[in-house]
């Protein structure tokens, strides 16, 4: 289960690459056989797709799309060179996965009410190998809001559940590819951050509120002096 971010609009045009390519299935076969006889000859093996599967149009509605569903033959050839293609291809790739949109949602059947997050990410060379996930302060990047606990990040999948469900965290969401290359979202605070929650302290707002009244004395003063500099002579 799975889906593209945005949706699939096809080939993008004038670009050279394969950027049609929704997936790619990598199969290993072990060169190495224990028990059972010896295999002597090309071994055929034949990979069907599931009755379930479906594809769902990018409508907004999820519509089911029609799709026509058929078998694949492989075969194992016996003698090959041995290079382990899947390995090269991991060792060449040096871009992090496609950019991606995660998204905050909230429904009443769903995790008992709670907010959670939806996301997915595509890579086209290597493949995705996991995600992680960090609730940061807005002002201490790295630490859990408040900023005096540093958070590491938990590896996740979707949906998951938010812990700081005020969502006045910011969310960070780590792509992290089969060769190790790293794509990274933040997504801002939900709600808006109080002044005790960004760090201003009783003494801070003191000192902010004794700095606006200096200011506007000393603009007072710069007036009151035009005023009289202005004013006719007797």
Same mark, same amino acid.
């Given at each position: ?42 071994? &055929?093996?034949?990979?069907?797709? *599931?009755? !379930?599967? #479906?594809? =769902? ?5 999820? $519509? %089911? ?72 302060? &807005?002002?201490?990047?790295?630490? *859990?809001? !408040?900023? #005096?606990? =540093? ?5 996740? $999948? %979707? ?72 004013? &006719?002579?007797?």
């Amino acid at each position: 289960m799975g889906g593209v971010p945005a949706g699939y609009c096809g080939r993008v045009l004038g670009d050279p690459g394969r950027t049609n390519i929704l997936a790619k299935v990598i199969f290993s076969v072990p060169g190495f056989q224990v028990g059972g006889s010896p295999i002597e000859r090309d071994t &055929p093996f034949l990979i069907v797709v *599931a009755t !379930g599967t #479906s594809v =769902l149009l990018n409508d907004g509605a999820g $519509t %089911s799309a029609n799709i026509k569903k058929g078998s694949l033959s492989l075969t194992r050839l016996l003698g090959g060179s041995g290079v382990n293609e899947w390995t090269a291809q991991v060792h060449n790739d040096t871009l992090p996965p496609d950019p991606f949109t995660p998204e905050v949602n909230h429904d009443a059947n769903t995790f008992a009410g709670k907010y959670f997050l939806v996301f997915s990410a595509v890579d086209k060379q290597s493949g995705m190998n996991h995600f992680e996930i960090t609730e940061e302060d &807005p002002l201490h990047p790295g630490y *859990a809001r !408040g900023g #005096s606990q =540093l958070i590491a990040p938990i590896t996740a $999948t %979707s949906p998951y559940v938010l812990k700081d469900q005020d969502l006045r965290s910011v969310i960070v969401v780590t792509a992290i590819d089969n060769a190790g290359n790293r794509q990274r979202i933040a997504l801002p605070p939900s709600v808006g951050t109080s002044t005790d929650q960004m760090g201003l302290g009783f003494g801070s707002v003191w000192i902010w509120a004794l700095g606006v009244f200096v200011f506007l004395l000393l603009a007072f003063g710069v007036w009151r002096y035009a005023q009289r500099t202005q004013a &006719p002579t007797a």
